[in-house]
């Protein structure tokens, strides 16, 4: 390995371990307590060594985003995959449902990294990055097929998409009643869904 290539090596590194700093910080404490100072003294580097990385909050928010995209489009395509056996296209829906729900509330943090604080991204532009636009696309990988005759499909997954966001975010705030989730999901699948 030459000496370029593990500066590189090392350099990726330490924005891993920047990006999984920042996002546990903000899962045990809110985004309010990721400072850079707080940062830099978590991963043991000088504040300019993690300027050299990221410009600042907002740019490492944004990283936080991407990955959390990543992480969602994976876990919408497997339980959706995963309800393809039994479920058919209603319950496929429904497994998407409930994994971007769970997911936005295991991933808090995360999840207010990709549609709650300003990251730098560009969202429903042509200079979207790549893993936004994949999260989008496993939503339309399964809500395309249950559309309906006549209905475009990515304004359609669109407006489940928002539904579900007001469900999640909602449902923390505290403005629903969590025992009352999987009627709401029911609700959702069986209005929007047209199976």
Same mark, same amino acid.
């Given at each position: 390995?030459?000496?370029?290539?593990? %500066?590189?090596?090392?350099?990726? &590194?330490?924005?891993? @371990?920047?990006?999984?700093? *920042?996002?546990?910080?903000?899962?045990?404490?809110?985004?309010?307590?990721?400072?850079?100072?707080?940062? *830099?003294?978590?991963?043991?580097?000088?504040? +300019?060594?993690?300027?050299?990385?990221?410009r600042g909050k907002r740019e490492i928010i944004g990283a936080v985003a991407l990955e959390g995209a990543a992480e @969602?489009?994976? &876990?919408?395509?497997? &339980?959706?995959?995963? &309800? $393809?056996?039994?479920?058919? +296209?209603?319950?496929?829906?429904?497994? @998407? *449902?409930?994994?971007?729900?769970d997911f936005a509330a295991r991933h808090p943090a995360v999840y207010d990294a990709l549609f709650q604080l300003d990251?730098?991204?560009?969202?429903?532009?042509?200079?979207? +990055?790549?893993?936004? %636009?994949?999260?989008?696309a496993s939503l339309l990988e399964t809500l395309a097929e249950v559309a309906g005759d006549g209905v475009d499909p990515?304004?359609?997954?669109?407006?489940?998409?928002?539904?579900?966001?007001?469900?999640?975010?909602?449902?923390?705030?505290?403005?629903?009643? +969590?025992?009352?989730?999987? $009627?709401?999901?029911?609700? @959702?699948?069986?209005?929007?869904?047209?199976?």
């Open positions: 390995m030459s000496v370029q290539e593990r %500066k590189e090596r090392d350099r990726a &590194a330490r924005e891993r @371990l920047i990006v999984a700093t *920042a996002r546990e910080l903000a899962e045990r404490q809110g985004w309010d307590a990721v400072t850079t100072r707080r940062l *830099a003294q978590r991963i043991e580097y000088s504040q +300019p060594v993690l300027y050299s990385h990221f @969602l489009a994976t &876990a919408v395509r497997a &339980a959706t995959s995963a &309800a $393809s056996t039994t479920g058919g +296209p209603r319950g496929r829906v429904a497994a @998407l *449902a409930h994994a971007y729900l990251g730098g991204l560009a969202y429903a532009r042509e200079d979207t +990055p790549a893993p936004l %636009k994949d999260a989008f990515g304004p359609f997954t669109e407006t489940f998409w928002a539904a579900l966001h007001g469900l999640a975010t909602l449902t923390r705030a505290g403005r629903l009643p +969590p025992e009352d989730a999987a $009627s709401r999901v029911g609700l @959702l699948v069986d209005r929007l869904a047209r199976v």
